[in-house]
């Protein structure tokens, strides 16, 4: 299967940025992109160790901002853009979530999580949508199956409530950047990852069972969804929400 991914190189000769991409899903999509020919930039919010590993793996570049940072996007992606351009396709991934009870969040929870998980992605699409428009390019957003309304967390209102917005502004950038660019979203149900995982966690692990597969995804299940939505074989897929959760929204459970 991994030859079978190298002679088709999906992505040969794009350069792909990936916000998000030191660990889970984006750690999965950049590993992805390389083996289909892409070369990718990397991001973290720090220079951590998963990162600075995640790099060297993959011979890539990387640039640290907190996506909350308004001038801290801008210049970091600027210089991005001018140094390591041309860059084809945007994989916004980087995202939070707190677990409250919704009489215990404050003003705080709703400013960092809607900071990082709608603004933030928004100002991301904005800073790079001249540099891939000039480059025909894609972007793939990840938002969450939590963002639907059958779906909605009440342990994580916030992040339900940026989730949901972030799959309305993907559909509503996708009108504004076509032709140009091609915008569609992702919205992941239970995934497994090293540093969250749902078998350990009593409740989510019944959930996920409740999936119609019956068990959690693996971020490279995800991540191949993503890499086909910014390749060529999806020219003609624009402005979708595309829900990866095991048929858990079909469930009713």
Not at 126 to 134: W, Y
Request: one cysteine or more; a neutral charge; charged letters at 20%.
């Amino acid at each position: 299967m991994v030859q079978q991914k190298i002679q088709n190189l999906m992505l040969k000769n794009k350069t792909i940025l990936i916000t998000g991409s030191s660990r889970g899903i984006g750690a999965a999509t950049a590993r992805l992109a390389v083996m289909n020919g892409a070369k990718v930039i990397l991001h973290g919010s720090k220079e951590s160790g998963s990162l600075r590993e995640i790099a060297y793996e993959l011979s890539a570049p990387f640039v640290t901002f907190d996506l909350a940072d308004t001038e801290s996007v801008r210049i970091k992606l600027t210089a991005a853009i001018a140094d390591l351009g041309p860059i084809h396709c945007l994989v916004n991934n980087a995202g939070i979530s707190e677990k409250k009870p919704f009489l215990k969040l404050e003003d705080e929870d709703w400013t960092r999580t809607l900071g990082v998980n709608l603004k933030g992605t928004a100002l991301v699409c904005q800073v790079m949508l001249p540099e891939l428009t000039s480059n025909k390019g894609a972007v793939v957003i990840v938002s969450s199956m939590r963002g639907l309304v059958a779906n909605s967390s009440i342990i994580a209102i916030p992040y339900s409530a940026s989730k949901a917005a972030v799959t309305l502004f993907s559909a509503a950038l996708a009108k504004e950047a076509a032709p140009g660019v091609r915008v569609n979203s992702v919205s992941p149900g239970f995934t497994n990852t090293k540093e969250s995982s749902i078998e350990r966690n009593e409740a989510s692990g019944s959930e996920a069972k409740a999936t119609l597969l019956g068990r959690a995804a693996h971020p490279d299940e995800i991540a191949e969804v993503i890499i086909f939505l910014l390749s060529d074989r999806a020219s003609y897929i624009v402005g979708q929400d595309i829900i990866v959760d095991g048929g858990f929204t079909l469930s009713g459970k």
